[in-house]
């Protein structure tokens, strides 16, 4: 199981599995991920949702492939490029409810904006220090797209290519017509760890032994102490 809570010092066994050519996206999408202004154009009609997910990959990568000073691993613009590419088509309300569970019903407004703050804040560092990672021989392919583009929710699967094997990486797409390409990202699954479930285990915890402001003081902490390194 992931912990959120850990610092680089403290990478559980999970996360040692992982190379650092699956890290920089699992932290990502996680969920990566995780709004960046810099979105997909509009269109017309819905994309295929593969065909949605390609593009987005392909993007993602090309800034990061050019960008000097993301190739350096300088944060703030790390966090930038996150915030204004990928974010915009994420879900991070349903994302967010999912992961606390249901103490999100409970939980009044004012709350549950501070949880999705403080959330959407988590990933979008966790995703820049990942990125830094990249390397310019990485590659992410979506596989064939087996599902009907006319569901309202989907499946899509693809792989990070570039180490000695290639690293699975599952999305949860849902359909909407205001989104950029007409999907938004609501979870993500690598090798076999669902973005938000892991997170509804941790927070479930954290809610039980301190409820509902605890998680919120906690997820701040974790933020604070992220923005110091």
């Known amino acids: 199981m992931i912990t959120m809570f850990e610092d680089s ?10 190379s650092a050519l699956s890290l920089w996206f699992f932290r990502a999408i996680s969920t990566v991920f995780l709004g960046l202004v810099v979105a997909l154009p509009a269109y017309a009609t819905p994309q295929a949702p593969d065909v949605f997910m390609q593009q987005l990959s392909n993007e993602l990568m090309e800034v990061v492939r050019k960008d000097p000073a993301v190739k350096s691993g300088d944060m703030q613009k790390l966090a930038n490029l996150v915030d204004t590419k990928v974010l915009p088509n994420v879900n991070f309300q349903r ?6 569970g249901p103490a999100w019903r409970k939980a009044t407004p004012e709350q549950q904006k501070r949880l999705q703050e403080e959330f959407k804040m988590l990933l979008v560092r966790s995703y820049a220090g990942a990125l830094s990672q990249t390397k310019d021989n990485y590659t992410i392919v979506v596989k064939s797209f087996k599902g009907s583009a006319e569901d309202n929710e989907v499946v899509v699967r693809s792989e990070i290519r570039g180490g000695n094997e290639p690293i699975p990486l599952d999305y949860r797409l849902e359909k909407n017509a205001d989104a950029p390409g007409g999907w938004m990202i609501y979870n993500f699954n690598i090798l ?38």
Do not use: C, P
């Open 9 to 18: 010092q403290g990478m559980n066994m999970f996360q040692r599995r992982i």
């Open 95 to 100: 994302m967010t409810a999912s992961a606390v």
């Open 192 to 229: 076999g760890v669902w973005l938000v479930d892991n997170y509804r285990t941790q927070f479930s915890q954290e809610i039980n032994a301190k409820g509902v402001d605890g998680l919120i003081a906690t997820l701040a902490e974790r933020n604070k102490s992220n923005s110091r390194k």
